[in-house]
């Protein structure tokens, strides 16, 4: 007889923007609470499991950090399917990477049509280099039906609050579609 899982729900979530907005640095800041200044690109997929509670309730997370090059995409696309949530990050101090969010929304909205969506404003500690203010990220955001947050994995500002905002959304929505 099979073991009953440890956890309620399931949840798959991805990371995805450019090249050195922080996603591996929120995945390990989030999953180990660690943050490295030394920057090593991820190749391929990088997948890390964190058991937590919400609302009552037992989940365990399933966080995609994704390969931003070229090369990977068409060969990890496949595996994003199932997701229920998509975090879109963009380095506050990189106007470029903002400006792309628009083409990593409708590249993922294809994969996966029914995840969450959430806009995530990285490195918010480096407000004195920022480009990207705040209210444009919100903006972006609401324009789009997504929820936004500003995080600096660096110094562990609303890291947390990131994935629970995301996780209770997505189990608000499995209960709503009951």
Not at 101 to 106: E, G, I
Not at 140 to 163: L, P, Y
Request: glycine share 6%; proline share 2%; net charge negative.
């Amino acid at each position: 007889m099979a073991e009953a899982p440890a956890y309620d729900h399931l949840i798959k979530l991805l990371l995805v923007g450019d090249g050195m907005v922080g996603k591996s640095s929120l995945l390990s800041r989030y999953t180990d609470n660690v943050f490295s200044q030394v920057y090593m690109s991820t190749i391929g997929i990088d997948i890390k499991t964190k058991n937590i509670e919400v609302n009552g309730k037992r989940v365990q997370l399933q966080m995609w950090d994704a390969a931003v090059q070229e090369r990977f995409q068409q060969i990890i696309r496949p595996f994003f399917k199932g997701a229920a949530g998509i975090m879109f990050v963009y380095d506050i101090t990189n106007e470029h990477s903002f400006k792309r969010l628009c083409q990593w929304m409708n590249d993922f909205r294809e994969v996966v049509p029914n995840a969450v969506l959430m806009v995530v404003g990285n490195k918010c500690d480096l407000e004195n280099a920022r480009v990207v203010s705040t209210e444009q990220g919100q903006s972006f955001a609401d324009e789009h039906g997504c929820k936004f947050i500003e995080t600096s994995a660096s110094d562990n500002v609303n890291v947390n609050e990131m994935v629970m905002g995301i996780a209770e959304a997505i189990l608000l929505k499995r209960e709503d579609s009951k």
